[in-house]
């Protein structure tokens, strides 16, 4: 019998136009061997799939969602509001945007009751989506949990070499 996993990670994103910024992330996912699911919803271009989206997300196996917007970036949010699934959002800077400064505080600043967890603005938000998705999944999964234990010390190793190449 042939087992297909499904994915336990959505990584949602507003448009095309973020999947430069967010390959880093579903990238980072797959660094830790795990395959997300990617769509492109947007929730104000198209909010009837965004709610679909998140109404069965669970249903379908969905364990983690990370939504990605840019400008007035509501899709986390949204998602959020429509789901008890944990919601990860990362704000994007978007040319046509104010730097990102409009995702940030249209992503983080969520009404008491509906939290999203918001990253810091673009790659490096979302890469640590990623990497706070394996920490959530890692609770109920012991593999991961000892590639998480791995990946940090391999961080600190990094960083001891470059350290050890300029103090001499
Ligand atoms: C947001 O508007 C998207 O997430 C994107 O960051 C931004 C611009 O979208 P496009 O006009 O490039 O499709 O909803």
Do not use: W, Y
């Amino acid at each position: 019998m042939v087992s297909e996993k499904r994915p336990s990670v959505a990584v949602v994103m507003g448009s095309d136009s973020d999947l430069k910024v967010m390959e880093s992330c579903v990238a980072q996912l797959r660094e830790f061997g795990v395959e997300a699911t990617v769509r492109v919803i947007s929730a104000h271009r198209t909010p009837n799939i965004a709610a679909e989206f998140a109404e069965t997300a669970q249903s379908k196996g969905i364990s983690v969602i990370i939504a990605a917007a840019g400008m007035a970036a509501h899709l986390a949010g949204a998602l959020a509001a429509r789901s008890t699934l944990p919601v990860i959002g990362v704000p994007l800077v978007c040319e046509a945007g104010l730097g990102g400064m409009d995702a940030l505080l249209s992503t983080v600043q969520m009404p008491p009751g509906v939290p999203v967890a918001s990253m810091g603005v673009g790659k490096a938000g979302a890469k640590n989506a990623a990497i706070l998705a394996v920490q959530i999944l890692a609770l109920k999964d012991a593999e991961l949990a000892r590639k998480l234990v791995e990946f940090r010390s391999k961080q600190e190793q990094a960083v001891r070499e470059k350290d050890a190449s300029l103090s001499r």
